[in-house]
């Protein structure tokens, strides 16, 4: 049936949301709080430390804070709106609204799939050729890979995006999810979606699969070097460098793969739960993947928790009147005893080794 002559301007959307669970919606707004402000204390952190940390200043570390300020971005982006909805009686918002978490939501979601085969890329060159690591993921080189991550991502919302909200709307305009979901808005559109539909295709291709296959092809050199590693502890400090980058991938595209790859019930008296299960696991996709990123990475790197540590202490030590001279040493004492303590020789004992 042709709707189009039953269109109008649409000024905004109401978004179902979990309207139909009203008990749900205040033990999620609490879980989602807390989760939020996990999210942004763990990322924000990490990109503290990244920043003041001059040991930190290398090609991983730099990835690193770009994922941070990526995942604090994208749940920034949608769970203020979401636990807004979970307060409000009426769920709505605006059409120039809409757009702009839409947007954001994508681009951010696009730039970090580039930005893990980034990663991967630094890791191969890590582990594989050791010996030309300086020059292959210089300054000059890193930088840009990380600025064009950012620019494809932009660029790739800013294409779904604006193709999306040309479409002419009908009906209630009611959005059936918490946030202005690409898929969810498109079911509302009363024209043809056949290029909104091949324009995804081709940007899933582009942002998921072709880096879905670089960082395994990067993986199956990586492993294949770390297998040659004749010695076990060479083998688990080489393994070491890359887990917790090869940990926050699997969790990522796992949990796409789940949400979207999972088979939808035929049971007309089960869609209603199936329908519900979806939601959540947007929900938790949009919140748990950013909350582990920075667990993972400090729970498994002994140089950013000890980075952490150091900020700590060198805070603590600050923030009360005559400490200064203590922090000072403290922070010497840390230069000093910290290659040490992360299994590398100081300079001198380099040119001895010699």
Not at 58 to 78: A, E, I, K, Q, W
Not at 109 to 134: Q, W
Not at 322 to 348: D, I, M, V
């Amino acid at each position: 049936m042709n709707r189009s002559n039953e269109t109008s301007p649409v000024m905004g959307f109401i978004l179902l949301g979990l309207s139909a669970h009203p008990k749900l919606e205040k033990t999620f707004f609490v879980l989602i709080l807390l989760m939020y402000l996990v999210i942004l204390l763990g990322n924000g952190v990490l990109i503290l430390v990244t920043i003041l940390d001059s040991r930190l200043h290398t090609p991983m570390y730099f990835f690193l804070g770009n994922l941070s300020f990526l995942d604090s971005c994208y749940t920034t982006s949608s769970v203020p709106l979401i636990l807004d909805s979970f307060l409000t009686p009426r769920k709505t918002i605006s059409f120039s609204a809409c757009a702009v978490q839409m947007f954001l939501s994508f681009a951010m979601g696009a730039t970090e799939c580039v930005l893990l085969s980034m990663m991967a890329f630094d890791r191969y060159v890590a582990i594989c050729n050791p010996l030309r690591y300086p020059v292959v993921m210089s300054k000059a080189a890193y930088v840009p890979m990380a600025v064009s991550s950012w620019a494809a991502g932009i660029t790739n919302s800013v294409v779904q995006t604006s193709l999306a909200m040309r479409l002419p709307f009908c009906g209630d305009s009611v959005i059936n999810h918490f946030t202005c979901e690409i898929l969810a808005v498109l079911k509302l559109a009363c024209a043809d979606i056949s290029i909104n539909v091949i324009s995804m295709v081709v940007a899933n291709m582009i942002f998921l699969a072709l880096p879905v296959l670089f960082i395994f092809v990067s993986y199956v050199f990586i492993l294949a070097t770390i297998l040659r590693i004749p010695s076990a502890e060479g083998r688990r400090k080489a393994f070491s460098t890359c887990s917790a980058h090869l940990t926050v991938v699997v969790v990522f595209y796992g949990t796409i793969l789940f949400m979207y790859g999972k088979p939808k019930s035929k049971d007309p008296l089960g869609a209603d739960k199936q329908d519900l299960a979806d939601k959540l696991i947007s929900l938790f996709y949009g919140v748990v993947t950013p909350m582990l990123n920075p667990i993972i990475y400090s729970l498994r790197n002994k140089d950013v928790k000890a980075a952490v540590r150091n900020l700590v202490a060198q805070k603590h030590l600050t923030a009360f009147p005559g400490n200064a001279y203590a922090a000072e040493l403290c922070r010497s004492h840390f230069e000093e005893q910290g290659p040490r303590r992360f299994g590398t020789r100081p300079a001198g004992l380099k040119e001895e080794a010699r």
